[in-house]
């Protein structure tokens, strides 16, 4: 009795601790658990601002352990950026992107790289560019994406077969590549957004709301503009890491919260 009490208790600790581990919250009272990659990242004002609008790769990464169902959430506002020119800008040629890299192990930390270890990319992209059109139409618009990487080095748009199959979301990628249309979709939900609209989000804080399931690989995002939830599967596996890491693509930006719960 008292050698099953024992490892009860260590069963419970064990479990306590990982939930402490997933568990996080922060103020940004300072970078304290963050490590600074590419970008000029800095706190002020009770937000973390990566301060760089020209950093294609700007990122900033924080130990956090990932296992089984957790919900993350932060909140983005624009700074800069987005455009190469003043005439781009006039034009309406965008682009830019932000997002999570979920399930990292072994990212390189303080040092720029492409992919972040084995894990997955979840995205926000903006690209209005023609030759984004004519060549990478996967690319084109305001899109939900889903990348993987396998390194630090290697990086790539994941593709799902089952969507190019799906009656519903066929209608909203570009063969069979994790990358929704944003715009189209919501569209064919009521809910009427266009590319110009997404200025009025430029001067306020933008809640991020991410479900990760990595027991099934399920993971649901909260789509910022409006009240729906898009659903991923992907590689359980590759989902339980021990970074996350916070990315943006020519664009400045600064955060004022991050949780894990």
Do not use: C
């Not at 903006?126 to 984004?132: C, E, N, Q, V």
């Not at 690989?217 to 890491?245: C, H, K, W």
């Amino acid at each position: 009795m008292r050698k099953f009490a024992l490892m009860l208790g260590a069963l419970m600790l064990t479990v306590s601790m990982v939930a402490v581990a997933q568990s996080v919250n922060d103020d940004f009272g300072s970078m304290r658990g963050w490590t600074a990659g590419p970008g000029d990242w800095v706190v002020r004002g009770g937000r973390m601002v990566q301060q760089d609008a020209g950093e294609p790769l700007a990122r900033a990464d924080r130990m956090v352990t990932q296992q089984g169902e957790y919900e993350l959430e932060f909140s983005i506002r624009y700074v800069d950026g987005g455009y190469s020119s003043m005439s781009d800008m006039q034009n309406g040629i965008y682009h830019a992107g932000f997002g999570i890299q979920i399930g990292v192990e072994n990212p390189a930390l303080g040092r720029s790289s492409w992919g972040a270890g084995n894990s997955y990319l979840l995205w926000l992209n903006l690209d209005t560019r023609p030759s984004t059109r004519a060549n990478h139409p996967e690319h084109y618009g305001f899109r939900a994406q889903v990348y993987k990487s396998d390194s630090n080095t290697a990086m790539y748009l994941a593709r799902d077969p089952r969507l190019a199959r799906d009656p519903e979301l066929s209608r909203y990628v570009v063969d069979d590549y994790m990358s929704i249309d944003l715009v189209a979709a919501l569209r064919a939900w009521g809910v009427n957004l266009s590319i110009n609209d997404l200025g009025r989000y430029l001067n306020q804080d933008v809640p991020i709301n991410i479900r990760v399931n990595t027991r099934t690989g399920r993971i649901g995002v909260l789509d910022p503009t409006a009240p729906v939830r898009f659903y991923f599967n992907v590689d359980p596996e590759v989902l339980q890491g021990n970074y996350m890491s916070l990315r943006t693509n020519g664009l400045a930006a600064s955060y004022n919260y991050f949780r894990v719960d």
